[in-house]
T-cell receptor, first 115, second 114 residues
């Protein structure tokens, strides 16, 4: 969606390889979220960044998953030693925080296929 | 934490009929309730939202109602059209890290038959 660019749009990788997914939001949004959507499933929360605070990593499914956000803007989600069950669409979203405007905007996602 | 349940999982209607999707939430402190529409191959798009200080909000053919006492909110689509066919998600925020993390329902696949 407008305001959030994700790359690549599609990624096919071999089992056991590492992958890096990128989220590039427009400036001015302090909150950034990563979600995972498996085929026919809902949106599974992975990790949340809010300004300079420590990220909320409570949704990461295993220690193979990690994410960082540099300079309060671009974020990368890294999956190490990919497994077939990691195949999903990975969505990045941004949101405003503060006095109550929580309008979240999602990117179009990265479709990851592990073969 | 927040628990959001969404029903039905699939909804099939004829063009021109109304469609209603319901969600319940568990955290009485939740105060913002968005609805998203996801078309095939795209990310979810915000279509309407409601805050806890109002009971209903309308935007053309779409409306959302909120019952804070019962902790449920619903999406109403009137005069449905084939282009309304999509997966719809509700969400409610759960507090985390000083701000709010949306917890999503499992989605409703709406099919509008022409």
């Amino acid at each position: 969606g407008a305001g959030v660019s994700q790359s690549p749009s599609n990624k096919v990788t071999e089992k056991g390889k590492d992958v890096e997914l990128r989220c590039d939001p427009i400036s001015g949004h302090t909150a950034l979220y990563w979600y995972r959507q498996s085929l026919g499933q809902g949106l599974e929360f992975l990790i949340y960044f809010q300004g300079n605070s420590a990220p909320d990593k409570s949704g990461l499914p295993s220690d193979r998953f990690s994410a960082e956000r540099t300079g309060g803007s671009v974020s990368t989600l890294t999956i190490q030693r990919t497994q077939q069950e990691d195949s999903a669409v990975y969505l990045c979203a941004i949101g405003r925080t503060g006095s109550g405007n929580y309008g979240y905007t999602f990117g179009s996602g990265t479709r990851l296929t592990v073969v | 934490g927040e628990n959001v349940e969404q029903h039905p999982s699939t909804l099939s209607v004829q063009e021109g009929d109304s469609a209603v999707i319901k969600c319940t939430y568990s955290d009485s402190a939740s105060n913002y309730f968005p609805w998203y529409k996801q078309e095939l191959g795209k990310g979810p798009q915000l279509i309407i939202d409601i805050r806890s200080n109002v009971g209903e909000k309308k935007d053309q053919r779409i409306a959302v109602t909120l019952n804070k006492t019962a902790k449920h909110f619903s999406l109403h689509i009137t005069e449905t059209q084939p282009e309304d066919s999509a997966v719809y998600f509700c969400a409610a925020p759960r507090r985390g890290g000083g701000s709010y993390i949306p917890t999503f329902g499992r989605g409703t696949s709406l099919i509008v038959h022409p």
